[in-house]
């Protein structure tokens, strides 16, 4: 039997059947290009082609002991955190420093001895869409100890120098002792609590400042805040330096004039940028007044120009002597001007 040939079949499709089809074909002429738009540019928004494979990392999260019996502490912490490998997309791990995540222990029916904890993947707060592929260690060993307390006081601890010619001249913490708490053997051989460094490099006078104490690992105050006052004091550098061969001048005299010794030697005491500027040529004068000593021989002392701030201590040689030549001996030394020889 012959097959008829596909116009005649769609020839003898019943009426109705025509006119769908033609509309059909109408409906999609009209709205191609509509449903193209959307594969071409809505289709991979909704439906991200590239969605990243899930990876592995790995986070060290902070072991906390969030409550414990009364008058018992864990007498040393033995890791500072537990390991764990975390499977799931990376915009989530990337997430989870931010979070502050914690394994939180809690010890309220813990009587003393030595404990063991499984850890536990549930108590871990990770996002859902994550997962723990590893746990390390899988189990804690605590141990646990009667709580003592102790009086101790505070040092002050100071970090850097004060600017040139200052220096720091003493520290004071208010309270001046705390009261703190812990495993015994942890407490037994301290002698202080120190503060957290205070830095005086751009101190310029004395100041006070609030800062905490700096805390050894399983020790905690008992009845007072971490924090203390200190008070630093800073002050004007004094030190004490020997100056030496300065020239011992004469003054108010129109004679001719001999000094022996010519130079003396100083020591004073004051602030050291004072003292630094002495050192330099001219900076410390000396000088004996002979004004109406006639010619002849005579002991004199010297006097010495210091600034303010600066005291004299010793000087060496204390006496001098002074010879004073005669008028006409003057008029021998041609153009002295009464200088000595």
Same mark, same amino acid.
């Given at each position: 039997?012959?097959?008829?040939?596909v116009?005649?079949?769609?020839?003898?499709?019943?009426?109705?059947?025509?006119r769908?089809?033609?509309?059909?074909?109408f409906?999609?002429?009209?709205?191609?290009?509509?449903?193209?738009?959307?594969?071409?540019?809505?289709?991979p928004?909704?439906?991200?082609l590239?969605?990243?494979?899930?990876i592995?990392?790995?986070l060290?999260i902070?072991v906390?002991?969030?409550?414990?019996?009364p008058?018992?502490?864990?007498a040393?912490?033995p890791?500072?955190?537990?390991?764990?490998?975390?499977?799931?997309s990376?915009?989530l791990?990337?997430q989870?420093?931010?979070m502050?995540?914690r394994?939180?222990?809690?010890?309220?029916?813990t009587?003393?001895?030595?404990?063991?904890?499984?850890?536990?993947?549930?108590?871990i707060?990770?996002?859902?869409?994550?997962?723990?592929?590893?746990?390390?260690?899988?189990?804690?060993?605590?141990?646990?100890?009667?709580?003592?307390?102790?009086? +101790?006081? $505070?040092?002050?601890? &100071?970090?850097?120098?004060?600017r040139?010619?200052?220096v /720091? *001249? #003493?520290?004071?913490?208010?309270?001046?002792?705390?009261t703190?708490?812990?495993?015994?053997?942890?407490?037994?051989p301290?002698?202080?609590?120190?503060?957290?460094?205070?830095?005086?490099?751009?101190?310029?006078a004395?100041?006070?400042k609030?800062?905490?104490?700096?805390?050894?690992e399983g020790?905690?105050?008992?009845?007072?805040s971490?924090?203390?006052?200190?008070? +630093?004091? $800073?002050?004007?550098k &004094?030190?004490?330096?020997?100056?030496?061969?300065?020239? /011992? *001048? #004469?003054?108010?005299?129109p004679f001719?004039?001999?000094?022996?010794?010519?130079?003396?030697?100083?020591?004073?005491?004051?602030?050291?940028?004072?003292?630094?500027?002495?050192?330099?040529?001219?900076?410390?004068?000396a000088?004996?007044?002979?004004?109406?000593?006639?010619?002849?021989?005579?002991?004199?002392?010297a006097?010495?120009?210091?600034?303010?701030?600066?005291?004299?201590?010793?000087?060496e040689?204390?006496?001098?002597?002074?010879?004073?030549m005669p008028?006409k001996?003057?008029?021998k030394?041609?153009?002295n001007n009464?200088?000595?020889?």
């Open positions: 039997m012959k097959s008829l040939p116009h005649w079949i769609r020839d003898i499709l019943p009426v109705d059947k025509k769908k089809s033609a509309r059909a074909r409906w999609w002429s009209q709205r191609s290009g509509i449903i193209i738009l959307f594969w071409v540019f809505l289709f928004i909704s439906f991200p590239g969605c990243s494979s899930p592995e990392s790995e060290l902070p906390v002991v969030n409550r414990i019996t008058g018992l502490t864990i040393e912490m890791i500072k955190g537990i390991e764990i490998r975390i499977r799931g990376a915009s791990i990337k989870l420093p931010e502050k995540l394994y939180v222990i809690d010890l309220s029916n009587k003393v001895g030595v404990v063991t904890l499984g850890i536990k993947a549930d108590q707060p990770l996002p859902r869409k994550l997962s723990i592929v590893k746990i390390k260690p899988a189990f804690l060993t605590l141990r646990v100890v009667k709580e003592i307390q102790k009086k +101790i006081r $505070v040092a002050v601890m &100071i970090s850097g120098k004060p040139s010619g200052l /720091v *001249t #003493g520290s004071k913490a208010t309270p001046p002792s705390v703190i708490k812990g495993a015994a053997d942890i407490l037994s301290l002698k202080k609590i120190e503060t957290q460094p205070v830095d005086v490099r751009e101190a310029t004395a100041f006070q609030e800062i905490a104490l700096n805390l050894p020790v905690v105050m008992a009845d007072s971490q924090m203390v006052w200190v008070e +630093i004091g $800073v002050e004007t &004094i030190i004490i330096q020997t100056l030496k061969n300065i020239t /011992v *001048t #004469g003054r108010q005299t001719l004039h001999h000094i022996l010794p010519p130079k003396l030697s100083v020591k004073v005491k004051g602030p050291e940028h004072l003292l630094n500027h002495l050192k330099k040529e001219d900076g410390l004068q000088y004996m007044d002979l004004a109406e000593l006639k010619p002849g021989i005579y002991a004199r002392r006097t010495i120009v210091l600034p303010v701030g600066v005291s004299l201590i010793s000087i040689p204390e006496i001098f002597t002074v010879k004073i008028e001996e003057k008029s030394a041609g153009k009464g200088r000595k020889g």
